[in-house]
């Protein structure tokens, strides 16, 4: 049974930082993109960010491009989000999905088939 488990969520300060963590079990992790996502109360699920299995490509939504990074370390099952220079704006539900490597470079949600239940995230002003 995949597992996938967030952490590293919390209450910060406009323009600080944050490091969010899946740990994955039940799939052989290396072989599986990673990505994030978030859901800010009352909207949809959108894309954030992903990183192929083997973590040489990663690729960001317009909004995060230049202040998150992705990365992944396959000796642990373990993706992380680093989330720098956050805003208001950032305060949502994130969530770390496991994608299949032949959807590598699609940022639907659909193209994703194991989710966590997610961390939140609260950045205030």
């Known amino acids: 049974q995949v597992q996938l488990v967030e952490s590293g969520g919390g209450l910060v300060q406009a323009g600080g930082s944050l490091r969010l963590s899946c740990a994955a079990s039940?799939?052989?992790?290396?072989?599986?993109?990673m990505g994030w996502f978030r859901q800010a109360v009352g909207k949809e699920r959108e894309f954030v960010a992903a990183?192929?299995?083997?973590?040489?490509?990663?690729y960001y939504a317009d909004s995060v491009k230049g202040r998150f990074t992705i990365s992944r370390d396959n000796a642990k099952n373990t993706v992380y989000l680093q989330m720098n220079s956050v805003k208001p704006e950032d305060t949502a539900g994130y969530y770390c999905?496991?994608?299949?490597?032949?959807?590598?470079?699609?940022?639907?949600?659909?193209?994703?088939?194991?989710w966590g239940q997610g961390t939140q995230v609260t950045v205030s002003s």
């Open positions: 999905a496991a994608q299949l490597p032949h959807y590598t470079g699609s940022s639907r949600a659909t193209d994703f088939d194991s």
């Open positions: 039940g799939l052989t992790f290396s072989s599986y993109n």
């Open positions: 990183i192929s299995w083997t973590g040489g490509r990663s």
